[in-house]
Every structure is written in C-alpha cells, then in structure tokens.
C-alpha cells in the first residue's frame, strides 16, 4: 500500500524559513517522480513543484520560483520542500503527491498524502 | 501566465448526467496536455479519478468518464449519485514538467 506522510507544517513569520518533509513506503520511491501541491483555506488547489525520480530534474511555479527548492534522498524514500521568504500568501495546506511514471512529464499525480498545514503570520 | 478555466458550480439530479469542463485562457487542452481530474472532498486529500483525458484510475466506478470536447477536456458522470457531491479539480501540462491546476467546480448533487 503506497502511503505519503507529510511533516513540518507549522506557524512561520513572514520572510521566515520551513521544510516541508514527506516520507514515503509502498513502492520503490526512486523510480517515480514526485510533486507538492497547496490548497489555501477556502480555495483550490495549486501546483508548486515537482522533482524527477532520480532527482535530476526539478520544477517550480511561477509564484515560488526563486524562494522554494525541492530535492529528495532515495536512500530515506523521502522528498523535501525547503521554504524560504515565507509570505503570507504561501499560507496553506501542503500535500506531497507521487507521480505514475519517473517524470513529471506526461504523468499524472497517482496518490496524494493527507497534507501537513503552513501558516504565515504576524 | 497559463489559466485553466472550470465552472465554479455545478448541479445535477440523482441519476442525473452532467459534464464538467477544463479549458484554458488562451489556446486548446488536448491529448498532448495529459489532462487528469480529480474529486476532493472536504477535509480530505484529493483522489485521483481520471488521467490522461479518458483513462479511469483503479476503483473509479464507470459512471465517471473523460474526453475531450472541442478545445476542452471534459469530466462526465453519468447516472450521478448523492455521493458525488464534491469538488472536482482539473489539472493540465502546460509546459515540460510543469502543471497548472483549474479554479476548481463545486458540484451540488440534488
């Protein structure tokens, strides 16, 4: 059974600092892509990045390009997302998703973890 | 910057049928997009429904069918039950490794 299991959510300053840890079992993490996808209080879901199975490859939305990177260690089965320059905008649920496939290419997002909460503010 | 469209709301009877859209603000969703959808309830994580346009993920019940339409990808339930009352999210490739996700449809079942 794949399970995703998201950590260090928390409350942060804006212009703080976070990582986001997500630990994985189920299936032979290295060989699939995997991705974090938010959702603010009340509103829909956004992409934010996504990192290659081999961790070679890595991708970002516009809105956190430049503050957030993303890396994974195959030997943990764990994907990280490292938040700097919080801004209250960033303010949401953060889920880890495995992709199907070892790309972000021409995949899709297969499983979702249950999320783990960022809250920025004063 | 890329926008993918949905109808905020929609509302079907049980037993209804209903389509959902995914389009974008300028130019065609297609095979090439690899379209996906997915259904969240509130307070649970999303759960994966369709992938590339028409392809059911395993345990989705038939009644829940995807295609393209026009220049959208569309989301059809046929025969809707009390259920399926959620919201339902698009999400679409718009650029080598990268995805945007539509605003989302709150479908009412009633």
């Known amino acids: 059974e794949v399970q995703l299991l998201e950590s260090g959510g928390g409350l942060v300053q804006p212009g703080g600092s976070l990582r986001l840890s997500c630990a994985a079992s189920?299936?032979?993490?290295?060989?699939?892509?995997m991705s974090w996808v938010r959702q603010a209080p009340g509103k829909g879901l956004q992409w934010v990045s996504g990192?290659?199975?081999?961790?070679?490859?890595?991708y970002f939305a516009d809105s956190v390009k430049g503050r957030f990177t993303i890396s994974r260690d195959n030997s943990k089965n764990t994907v990280y997302l490292q938040m700097n320059s919080l801004r209250v905008e960033d303010t949401a649920v953060y889920y880890c998703a495995k992709f199907a496939g070892p790309q972000l290419q021409r995949w899709y997002f297969e499983y979702w973890g249950q999320g783990t909460l960022v809250s920025v503010s004063s | 910057q890329t926008v993918v469209t949905q109808e905020p709301s929609f509302s079907v009877s049980p037993g209804g049928t209903v389509t959902l859209t995914c389009g974008l603000s300028s130019g065609s969703v297609s095979f090439s997009s690899y379209p996906s959808w997915y259904q969240q309830t509130p307070g649970q994580a999303p759960r994966t429904l369709i992938y590339a346009t028409n392809v059911r993920s395993s345990g989705v019940p038939d009644r829940f069918s995807g295609s393209i339409l026009g220049n959208k990808a569309a989301l059809t339930i046929t025969g809707a039950q009390a259920e399926d009352e959620s919201d339902y999210y698009c999400?679409?490739?718009?650029?080598?490794?990268?995805?945007?996700f539509g605003g989302g449809t709150k479908l009412t079942v009633l």
């Open positions: 189920g299936f032979t993490f290295s060989t699939y892509a």
């Open positions: 990192i290659s199975g081999s961790g070679d490859r890595t």
């Open positions: 999400v679409v490739q718009v650029d080598s490794g990268s995805w945007v």
